[in-house]
């Protein structure tokens, strides 16, 4: 990707170029992360309210239901979280779709054919 960006770069500002993509990808990683994480805890902790005290107690007697209704809201937040990464991602290929400047083709001459 670094070759793709900064392939069209005047030779004195590759490196300016090269570092800006490496800061680009590193602060989109820490914050899509931070993001989706944050997606995830809040649609799983949604689907069980009290869990802390609820996990405890059903642990502690022995209760399988309660750590099963655990297990179905991690797996309810995990999905939403790979739901909004795939919507992201769709869009921001769209995006990426869009915005690509591709050169034409250059005219062929008589002499080329």
Same mark, same amino acid.
């Given at each position: 990707?670094?070759?793709?960006?900064?392939?069209?770069?005047?030779?004195?500002?590759?490196?300016?170029?090269?570092?800006?993509?490496? &800061? !680009?990808?590193?602060? =989109?990683?820490?914050? #899509?992360?931070?993001? %989706?994480? *944050?997606?995830?805890?809040? /649609?799983? +902790?949604?689907?069980?309210?009290?869990?802390? &005290? !609820?996990?405890?107690? =059903?642990?502690?007697? #022995?209760?399988?239901? %309660?750590? *099963?209704?655990?297990?179905? /809201?991690? +797996?309810?937040?995990?999905?939403?979280?790979?739901? !909004?990464?795939?919507?992201?991602?769709?869009?921001?290929?769209?995006?990426?779709?869009?915005?690509?400047?591709?050169?034409?083709?250059?005219?062929?001459?008589?002499?080329?054919?």
């Amino acid at each position: 990707m670094t070759l793709t960006v900064v392939h069209g770069v005047d030779e004195r500002e590759t490196g300016i170029a090269s570092a800006l993509i490496n &800061t !680009a990808q590193q602060l =989109g990683a820490a914050l #899509g992360l931070a993001v %989706l994480t *944050t997606v995830s805890i809040t /649609a799983a +902790s949604t689907r069980l309210p009290d869990a802390v &005290t !609820a996990l405890n107690e =059903g642990v502690t007697a #022995g209760d399988t239901s %309660l750590v *099963t209704t655990a297990e179905q /809201a991690l +797996s309810h937040g995990y999905a939403t979280g790979y739901l !909004a990464a795939a919507v992201i991602l769709f869009v921001a290929a769209a995006i990426a779709a869009l915005l690509v400047n591709t050169p034409g083709q250059p005219p062929t001459t008589a002499a080329q054919r």
